[in-house]
């Protein structure tokens, strides 16, 4: 367990380790939850955005069109990376 210091504007700072355990990377959010215990459900905040937004982003970083293939490939090695 870590402990973390309220500041006296109310603030805490998470721990890297915390952070990397979240998936978070500067300038993403976290999201709160308040439980009847007094407790706290901290997450890692859901993107909003369509994939058509996602899609209309990368488009501008490169004039290589991918193959169906090459996608399946990129998005397969993706998620192995994350297991």
């Given at each position: 367990m870590s402990a973390l210091t309220v500041t006296a504007k109310g603030q805490v700072t998470?721990?890297?380790d915390l952070v990397q355990h979240l998936g978070v990377t500067p300038g993403e959010q976290l999201t709160c939850d308040k439980l009847?215990?007094?407790?706290?459900?901290?997450?890692?905040?859901q993107p909003s955005g369509s994939i058509d937004t996602f899609l209309g982003f990368l488009s501008s970083k490169t004039?290589?069109?991918?193959?169906?293939?090459?996608?399946?490939?990129a998005a397969a090695a993706g998620?192995?990376?994350r297991q």
């Open positions: 998470f721990k890297r009847p215990d007094g407790g706290l459900l901290v997450r890692a905040a004039s290589k069109v991918a193959t169906l293939k090459e996608i399946g490939e998620w192995a990376a």
